[in-house]
C-alpha cells in the first residue's frame, strides 16, 4: 500500500518569499507522485507530476518540486510566492500500474501575507 | 487540457432522501472515474473506482448499498447518497482518467458541495 505525509498542515509566508511544502510517501512499488492545489470550494489542479526520468520537475505558476528516491520525498518549491498562491496544497502518489487512482496527503495551507 | 464537469455544485437535501451527482468528461472518453469525498479541512479520501459498463469497486469501508455509483457511458458516472444523513454531508470530487499508459492523467471536476439538513 501507499502512503503520503505533508508535514506541515499550515505554512505562513509573506509575498515575494520562497517557500517549501514538504511531502513524504511510502510505497512499495513504483509510484509516480503529483501536486495539487486546491482553491476554496473547487476541485483540484494539477501543478505537476513525476513519471520518470529527471528529478526536478517544473509545473505551472513558477513551482517546481524535486523528486529523492533515497528519502522518499518530492517536495514543492516556489522562489517567490504571491498573494493569489494562497490555497491548499495536496501531495498525491500513484502506482505505476494503476494511474488515476490516488493517494493523497493530508494537505497544506498555505497562507501568503501581504 | 480535458475538461470534468460535475453536477450540481451544491445540493442541500433532506434527511433521508437521495441525491444524484453527475460526473461528465466533456471531451475525451473516460473508460475509468473515481469518486473521492473531502470532508472539511482534510484531506481527499477515494471513496470508489468506476469503471464503464462494469460495477464499481469500492474502497474498504465504504457502503456500496449508500453510495451507488454508475458508469453508464464512457463519459458519464453518477455517483447517488441513498437515504441521505446529516453525517454525509460532505465535498464530493470525481475525477476522470484519460486513455492509458504511463502519461495518463486523472482531471478533476469542480467537487458537489452536499449539505443534508
Known amino acids: 500500500a501507499q502512503s503520503v505525509t505533508q508535514l506541515d498542515s499550515q505554512v505562513p509566508v509573506f509575498e515575494e518569499a520562497p517557500v517549501e511544502l514538504r511531502c513524504n510517501y511510502s510505497s512499495s512499488v513504483s509510484v509516480y507522485l503529483f501536486w495539487y492545489v486546491q482553491y476554496p470550494n473547487q476541485g483540484l489542479q494539477l501543478l505537476l507530476k513525476?513519471?520518470?526520468?529527471?528529478?526536478l520537475v517544473k509545473g505551472i505558476n513558477g513551482f517546481e518540486a524535486e523528486f529523492n528516491k533515497s528519502q522518499t520525498s518530492f517536495h514543492l518549491r516556489k522562489p517567490s510566492v504571491h498573494i493569489s498562491d494562497t490555497a491548499e496544497y495536496f501531495c498525491?502518489?500513484?502506482?505505476?500500474?494503476?494511474?488515476?487512482?490516488?493517494?493523497f496527503g493530508q494537505g497544506t495551507t498555505l497562507q501568503v501575507k501581504p | 487540457g480535458a475538461v470534468v464537469s460535475q453536477h450540481p455544485s451544491r445540493v442541500i437535501c433532506k434527511s433521508g432522501t437521495s441525491v444524484k451527482i453527475e460526473c461528465r468528461s466533456l471531451d475525451f472518453q473516460a473508460t475509468t472515474m473515481f469518486w473521492y469525498r473531502q470532508f472539511p479541512k482534510q484531506s481527499l479520501m477515494l471513496m470508489a473506482t468506476s469503471n464503464e459498463g462494469s460495477k464499481a469497486t469500492y474502497e474498504q469501508g465504504v457502503e456500496k448499498d449508500k453510495f451507488l455509483i454508475n458508469h453508464a457511458s464512457l463519459t458519464l458516472s453518477t455517483l447517488t447518497v441513498t437515504s441521505a444523513h446529516p453525517e454525509d454531508s460532505s465535498f464530493y470530487i470525481c475525477s476522470a482518467r484519460t486513455g492509458g499508459g504511463r502519461n495518463t492523467e486523472a482531471f478533476f471536476g469542480q467537487g458537489t458541495r452536499l449539505t443534508v439538513v
Open positions: 498525491a502518489v500513484s502506482r505505476a500500474s494503476n494511474t488515476g487512482k490516488l493517494i
Open positions: 513525476y513519471l520518470s526520468g529527471s528529478t
